[in-house]
């Protein structure tokens, strides 16, 4: 109800079996996803939803009682944007969706992106740091493309060859880590290396601000 007079149009399944299917008919802008559901959790359904290719890219807010450091970790490695605990407030909810929203707000495909003096434009695949070309391999842009597309975030191995490999993709985790120094190589030249920032024990951040 809150989310309606705040002008979403709100899609309400009992299941993950029952919001699979309610995505397959009309893929939402975000999920507000309960840690506690019949049959499958939230939590591994969170981790099914990121795994597929059609909705790895949906924004996924966790809602749930468990409220202790440990669950809210948890919970955000799976992939979710944002974890709220029970009990929370309607105006809390709508203000976090909104956030949310803001920060996933997908560019075009086709839509350069510039982020500190990094400039990359998807169409002419190429790459530009302080207007100086930047050469690099197929996987490197992809990883790149990643990254600026999702700021501030961190992602741990298994989550970047999900996204830039591909689910179906069975590589070694380490692998992430080549591509991740070479990116850096590629950047250095330019100082813009710093923005791939690895977070000791958890992943890889791209450091927008």
Known sequence: MALERAGYRVRHA?????AEAAIRLSQPDIILLDWML?????????????????TRELPIIMLTAKGDEGDRIRGLETGADDYVAKPFSPRELVSRVKAVLRRVQPTSAEQPIEIRGL??????????????????GPTEFRLLHFFMTHTERVFNRAQLLDNVWGANVYVEERTVDVHVRRLRKALAPTGHDALVQTIRGAGYRFAAE
């Not at 009992?14 to 029952?18: L, N, T, V, Y």
């Open 14 to 18: 009992e299941s993950a079996e029952d």
């Open 38 to 54: 019949p049959g499958e959790s939230g939590i591994d359904y969170a981790r099914r939803l990121k795994r597929d290719r059609v």
């Open 119 to 136: 400039r990359l434009d998807p169409v002419s695949h190429r790459v530009l740091a302080s207007d100086k070309p930047v050469d690099m």
